[in-house]
């Protein structure tokens, strides 16, 4: 599927992926608007952050449906369908997954009928690090997992388990008790709720429009609906949006530490991050990288697209000329359809092919956001000297990726990181580079005219601000393992708990086991009154 912006340097081999970006949320509160319309534009605003799936959950007041489908914005949706989802307050999401499988139970917006007769839909950016804890007090509650392997349907389930409460209320007791990355917009059949973690990893903006609210991952996404900025959703943040306004309180105190990779690479160059606008930032990395890493070359050439304003900065302070040296194609991304051996072997001349009358002959400066396995930049470099090009010097507009996420990026495993094995004249001859040169990490930080201290750097030096569990009990698909765990835990106790958990968290169980394969039809889901009455309609 090819990514919703054209950045496909990181994915030349669907089986080999770099890094992941982070979903994309978005949610509107707008009596006499077409909220369903406005949610799919803001998540075609976001698609760069997720490609996987998509969906919107949408309510007149009645009741909550839900709409979603693995594939992009633009394929799960069309036009019959949305004007199907009519209401006044909706939620979004542009899923990748960072935990659960690719599946279509996993897809979001999740959504949750409580006895009380309420329907609560939820969608999340980032990532739980304290999920094995929470589907443990589901076990022990006996909460049903409705098939979904992922902390947001976890979430949804405890929102959805306190009918005595609002709904509002029992988000002010259970928000308090997640730890990790979250950004959520959620909704009942008259209010939307947006609430950001206490570190605020992962950006959550707040927009205005003539008759009414919207809040979104990126401020991208509130431009594209002619949305106002007004601010971000504070780190620590419940918001609440209904007929009353607009109602705000604090759940925990705020402790911020704001995703430095979103600068680098996850964001898009037009959006606005703690009042830093992302391009400028770029093009300030990539002056930077000039001054710390000079070289006497001919041309400076983006990996394009997001090495393009490091470039753009690189040549503006070096004085090399800028210039492109390497051709998209926009039309090829990642596929569900492997390609044959004979095409993966052409690697990366499917998706980039050199200028070779611009490169031929000359010194080149080649500017990328991050290293990760380093198969993209061997290829590249390869490529070049293949083209002609006499020196390739590679600089890299981030410091070296040594650590994984746990926050809501995917990277790989630190054991595939080649910054985790290799020094840099390692990393160098790996990829067949002339000289190669990384931006400091003090010299990123600046850019983003953010303190060091209000900013997450887990991934380029290990200092995690929230503490991650110990042992095994963290990871993508830490909820097929746990579920089972649990269950050969409790057979001790029950044999019917036994049987819950291994009908909840089969590979195929749970009630959403008619999940629409990618091509085939997706469901329309409607909560019932209970979880177990939840309904598919076609």
């Given at each position: 599927?090819?990514?919703?912006?054209?950045?496909?340097?990181?994915?030349?081999?669907?089986?080999r992926p770099g890094p992941q970006d982070a979903c994309g949320v978005f949610g509107v509160w707008a009596p006499g608007e077409e909220v369903a319309n406005l949610t799919y534009f803001g998540l075609y605003a976001l698609q760069h952050r997720g490609q996987e799936a998509a969906g919107i959950a949408v309510s007149d007041g009645s009741g909550v449906v839900v709409f979603k489908d693995l594939g992009l914005v633009a394929q799960v949706f069309d036009e019959p369908t949305l004007a199907s989802l009519r209401g006044h307050v909706a939620i979004g999401h542009a899923r990748y997954s960072t935990t659960g499988g690719s599946t279509w139970e996993n897809a979001q917006p999740t959504i949750r009928a409580t006895s009380a007769g309420t329907t609560i839909a939820l969608a999340h950016n980032g990532n739980l690090v304290n999920t094995a804890e929470l589907q443990r007090e589901a076990a022990e509650r006996r909460l049903d997992s409705d098939g979904a392997t992922n902390d947001t349907s976890l979430v949804t389930m405890l929102l959805a388990s306190r009918p005595d409460l609002s709904v509002e209320?029992?988000?002010?007791?259970?928000?308090?008790?997640?730890?990790?990355?979250?950004?959520?917009?959620?909704?009942?059949?008259?209010?939307?709720?947006?609430?950001?973690?206490?570190?605020?990893?992962?950006?959550?903006v707040l927009g205005r429009l003539e008759r009414g609210w919207v809040v979104a991952s990126e401020t991208a996404a509130l431009d594209i609906v002619g949305a106002s900025v007004v601010r971000e959703v504070e780190p620590g943040e419940l918001i609440a949006i209904d007929e009353d306004g607009l109602r705000s309180t604090r759940f925990a105190a705020p402790e911020p530490k704001g995703c430095l990779f979103e600068y680098v690479y996850i964001a898009r160059p037009d959006a606005t991050i703690a009042g830093r606008n992302v391009h400028s930032a770029r093009v300030q990395i990539g002056r930077q990288l000039a001054r710390e890493h000079p070289v006497e070359a001919d041309l400076v050439i983006p990996v394009p697209e997001s090495g393009t304003p490091a470039a753009i900065g690189y040549a503006e302070e070096s004085g090399i000329t800028y210039g492109q040296g390497l051709m998209k194609n926009p039309y090829v991304g990642r596929t569900f359809i492997q390609p044959s051996q004979t095409l993966r072997q052409l690697g990366i001349r499917l998706?980039?092919?050199?200028?070779?009358?611009?490169?031929?002959?000359?010194?080149?400066?080649?500017?990328?956001?991050?290293?990760v396995r380093?198969?993209?930049q061997r290829a590249i470099v390869r490529m070049l000297r293949e083209a002609g090009a006499l020196e390739v010097h590679v600089r890299i507009s981030s410091p070296p990726v040594s650590w994984p996420c746990f926050y809501?990026?995917?990277?790989?495993?630190?054991?595939?990181?080649?910054?985790?094995?290799l020094d840099n004249d390692g990393i160098r001859r790996?990829?067949?580079?002339?000289?190669?040169?990384?931006?400091?990490?003090?010299?990123?930080?600046?850019?983003?005219?953010?303190?060091?201290?209000?900013?997450c750097r887990a991934c380029f030096d290990g200092e995690y601000p929230i503490e991650l569990p110990a042992g095994h009990l963290i990871g993508k698909h830490v909820l097929e393992g746990v579920g089972r765990r649990v269950a050969a835990e409790a057979s001790d106790a029950t044999a019917d708990t036994t049987t819950?958990?291994?009908?909840?968290?089969?590979?195929?169980?749970?009630h959403n086991s008619a999940s629409a394969p990618l091509g085939g039809t997706p469901d329309l889901m409607k909560a019932g009154l209970t979880p177990s009455a939840a309904t598919h309609l076609r």
């Open positions: 599927m090819p990514r919703g912006d054209g950045r496909l340097s990181h994915d030349l081999d669907p089986q209320a029992a988000a002010l007791e259970v928000l308090p008790r997640l730890r990790g990355a979250f950004s959520f917009v959620f909704m009942d059949e008259s209010t939307l709720y947006a609430a950001r973690d206490p570190h605020g990893v992962r950006p959550l998706k980039l092919n050199p200028l070779r009358e611009n490169v031929r002959g000359k010194r080149l400066v080649v500017v990328d956001d991050s290293i380093g198969n993209t809501g990026i995917d990277f790989a495993t630190r054991a595939e990181l080649v910054a985790n094995g790996s990829i067949g580079a002339d000289t190669l040169g990384y931006v400091s990490l003090p010299g990123l930080i600046a850019a983003t005219e953010q303190p060091k201290s209000r900013l819950a958990l291994n009908d909840n968290f089969s590979s195929a169980g749970g």
